[in-house]
């Protein structure tokens, strides 16, 4: 399945680190991994993409699996305003993004 | 910013009506795309564009048509809206050519629209 996979919910306090996987296990070798995140009453916004390497932006870090079959998106300090569904896309057969169910973040207080 | 700006946030129809949503962006996007959303089905590909006059059928093309005759706008037509078509309609853009993600750059990132919700009654 070209799908990705990813845990329904996660929960996480403010002010600590979130690690949201993702699985991608049939990601061919040419293609990127990308994040978004969808907060409440919006679109998806982009998050971060990257393809072999470890990549941070000003959002957050992706680590990517040596085998590149999963990844890892790190929210180094949560906050409020991280509570979101997090999507993990990568290109389907025919070449445009396929996205799984996301992954719901609550954040507490 | 890059802007992608939909038409309508809400909007209630009849059966059997035609329903346009309108999607513009801002920034010389090459490549366009309209997904509704559906909860436990996640985002599903309607139609997409590459170019002025082009598209493409994406995932779940039955009872939908696209118009693109400028290059900011996108239009999604339900010629004959049914209650299996009630849901959260999503415009997108990006730049750079298609295929998409095969460029190291962020051009291929989509920037979406707030979303239009759509009710069939």
């Known amino acids: 399945d070209a799908k990705t996979t990813q845990p329904n919910s996660m929960e996480s306090n403010e002010e600590e680190p979130v690690h949201l996987p993702c699985n991608h296990s049939?990601?061919?070798?040419?293609?990127?991994i990308h994040w978004y995140r969808q907060l409440p009453s919006q679109g998806p916004e982009y998050v971060i993409h990257g393809l072999t390497s470890n990549v941070n932006n000003r959002m957050a870090s992706l680590a990517i699996a040596e085998d590149r079959k999963s990844s890892t998106l790190i929210l180094h300090r949560a906050t409020l305003r991280d509570a979101a569904v997090y999507y993990c896309?990568?290109?389907?057969?025919?070449?445009?993004?396929?996205w799984g169910l996301g992954t719901s973040l609550a954040v507490n207080p | 910013d890059v802007k992608v700006t939909q038409s309508s946030r809400y909007l209630v129809k009849r059966t059997g009506e035609k329903v346009f949503l309108e999607c513009v962006q801002d920034m010389d996007h090459e490549n366009m795309f309209w997904y509704r959303q559906d909860p436990g089905l996640g985002l599903r590909l309607i139609y997409f564009s590459y170019d002025v006059k082009m598209k493409e059928k994406g995932d779940i093309p039955e009872g939908y048509s696209v118009s693109r005759e400028k290059k900011e706008r996108f239009s999604l037509i339900l010629e004959s809206a049914s209650t299996n078509q009630t849901s959260m309609y999503l415009c997108a853009s990006s730049s750079g050519q298609f295929p998409l993600l095969l460029s190291p750059s962020g051009a291929n990132v989509l920037t979406f629209g707030a979303g239009s919700r759509l009710t069939v009654l």
């Open positions: 049939t990601i061919s070798g040419t293609d990127y």
């Open positions: 896309t990568r290109a389907g057969n025919n070449r445009k993004l396929i």
